[in-house]
């Protein structure tokens, strides 16, 4: 499956962002979906992460009460809404797809998109 990761931009602390991801190729309600994230310096880690259905969500403690992960099967997207952002969020964000379970551990996606930038300031 190929994933398109768009909607990353410049906010100040305390704005929003939707960043959506666009898949094409297979099947997409076959696969979790998640969003990572890698800041300057840092290894890429687990920010949220969804079920094929819809039904099951997951966040890292760093964004869980200001994030939202959602799908939409019939547009093959996933979104990740942020608010109350932080400068600590700035980094780049990545959706990811894998087969079988949801896991927190990047290496265990099998499908990645190509990130876009999210830059908070202070």
């Known amino acids: 499956v190929q994933l398109q990761a768009s909607g990353g931009g410049l906010v100040q602390a305390g704005g929003s962002l939707r960043l959506s991801c666009a898949a094409s190729g297979r099947t997409f309600s076959n696969y979790i979906m998640g969003w990572f994230r890698r800041a300057p310096g840092k290894e890429r880690e687990f920010v949220a992460a969804i079920t094929r259905n819809g039904e099951f969500t997951y966040y890292s403690d760093f964004v869980k009460g200001r994030a939202t992960i959602s799908r939409d099967n019939a547009k093959n997207t996933v979104i990740l809404q942020m608010n109350s952002l932080k400068p600590e969020d700035t980094a780049v964000y990545y959706c990811?797809?894998?087969?079988?379970?949801?896991?927190?551990?990047?290496?265990?996606?099998?499908?990645w998109g190509q990130g876009t930038q999210v830059t908070v300031s202070s």
């Open positions: 990811a797809a894998r087969n079988g379970v949801v896991n927190y551990r990047a290496g265990m996606y099998d499908y």
